[in-house]
């Protein structure tokens, strides 16, 4: 997995180990991860509906379903750090 920041934009490229697809993402300004299969032809996108992201334009495909569950993984993970730097924050 890459993440890059540029430009008041997200990137980051995951790839599913059992489909073998791999999509580049953009974080739009409005929340949504939009990414563009080539394999497909198609544009990819999720939408994050409380604490998980969902899948939004095709992103709902069972073809999917791999990069989803990163992509949920990947916010639990975050939403474990960021609560981890709050409780440092409030004993330093």
């Known amino acids: 997995m890459l993440i890059r920041f540029i430009a008041y934009c997200v990137y980051m490229i995951l790839k599913d ?8 993402f953009e974080l739009l300004p409005n929340g949504i991860l939009k990414a563009y ?11 994050k509906v409380g604490d ?16 989803l569950n990163q992509l949920n993984l990947l916010q639990q993970n975050l939403d474990a750090v960021k609560a981890l730097m709050k409780d440092v924050k409030e004993i330093a």
């Open 17 to 24: 180990k059992d489909t073998g697809k791999e999509l580049d």
């Open 37 to 47: 299969d080539y394999h497909c032809g198609w544009d990819v996108s999720f939408k």
């Open 52 to 67: 998980t992201w969902q899948g939004h334009m095709n992103g709902g495909y069972v073809g999917y379903k791999g990069i």
